[in-house]
């Protein structure tokens, strides 16, 4: 993985401001891409590039992006030579990445206009290295649905092993500060390289602001909370290395957390 270089000796900050690379799995992933990308597309933020790594879709997911980015350069693909899953193709992305920050949004999840502009301003005015946002969830067809996931001001690594609600798609990374990146290859990829990045005295800001939506499909991993509460042991247990009697405090204090905030919705 490559680590993040002085700016001036390889990430791009322009005269304007500094650029943001946006890093997105996709497989099969057709069905929403031209929205997500269009999104992203619709910034009020203009210093952005968006790395998508096609996990071999069997689809014409790459045949889309491939014709947006003919029309708008910004818009990069990168073709992984097998499948091997999200956490692969976003390390392939961050290996492109030119960017001095870093940003992560799913194939199927939508941001609002202002959510670059909004976040990174919240980041460069107290110089934060890791923020996250508020979001709300979304039906397959676009529709709201349920209430605003709400986040707390700030997380250090104790408190977001009792949480894990930040929503992958709504941080920011600075790369000057939080390099080296890299997902580890599990379904809960996302969580540990954060819990990875607080472990390391970083600590997460919150912008209390909705700026993202989550798109809830029909068959997703997601939608799984069995599934889901499963692997969040698995975390705490052999990548956290936590004591039994720890780890069954803090999964209390996660199924406390996620029975509250899916009871709002």
């Known amino acids: ?15 304007t401001g500094a650029t943001v690379s946006v890093i997105t799995p996709a497989f099969n992933a057709a069905r ?6 269009a999104s992203v597309q619709a910034q009020t933020y203009p210093h952005w590039e968006m ?15 491939e014709q947006i980015g003919s029309q708008d350069s910004r818009v990069r693909l990168i073709r992984q030579k097998r499948r091997q899953g999200p956490a692969i193709a976003r390390n392939a992305a961050l290996g492109e990445a030119k960017g001095r920050y870093v940003a992560f949004l799913d194939s199927d999840d939508l941001w609002l206009p202002t959510k670059l502009e909004r976040q990174l301003a919240f980041m460069q005015e107290q110089d934060i290295a890791f923020s996250y946002t508020q979001y709300r969830q979304i ?5 709201k649905c349920g209430s605003l996931i709400l986040c707390p001001p700030s997380f250090t690594y104790p408190e977001l092993l009792k949480n894990a609600s ?3 798609l709504t941080v920011i990374l ?4 939080t390099d080296p990146l890299e997902f580890v290859d599990f379904p809960r990829e996302d969580f540990i390289l954060w819990l990875d990045l607080l472990k390391r005295g970083i600590t997460a800001y919150g912008l209390l602001e909705d700026l993202a939506r989550y798109r809830i499909v029909g068959g997703s991993d997601s939608r ?6 499963k692997r969040i042991w698995v975390v705490y247990r052999k990548f956290e290395n936590l004591s039994l009697p720890y780890a069954f405090w803090c999964f209390a204090n996660y199924a ?9 919705l």
Do not use: P
């Open 224 to 229: 799984n909370k069995w599934r889901c509460a």
């Open 1 to 15: 993985m490559r680590c993040a270089e002085r700016e001036e000796g390889g990430l791009i900050d322009s005269a």
């Open 256 to 264: 406390w957390h996620g029975y509250v905030k899916h009871k709002s």
């Open 174 to 177: 600075d790369r000057t500060k």
């Open 166 to 168: 930040i929503g992958c």
């Open 51 to 65: 790395v998508i790594a096609d996990d071999c879709s069997e689809d014409n997911t790459r045949q889309i992006v």
């Open 139 to 143: 039906s397959e067809t676009g529709e």
């Open 32 to 37: 929403f891409i031209r929205e997500t990308i």
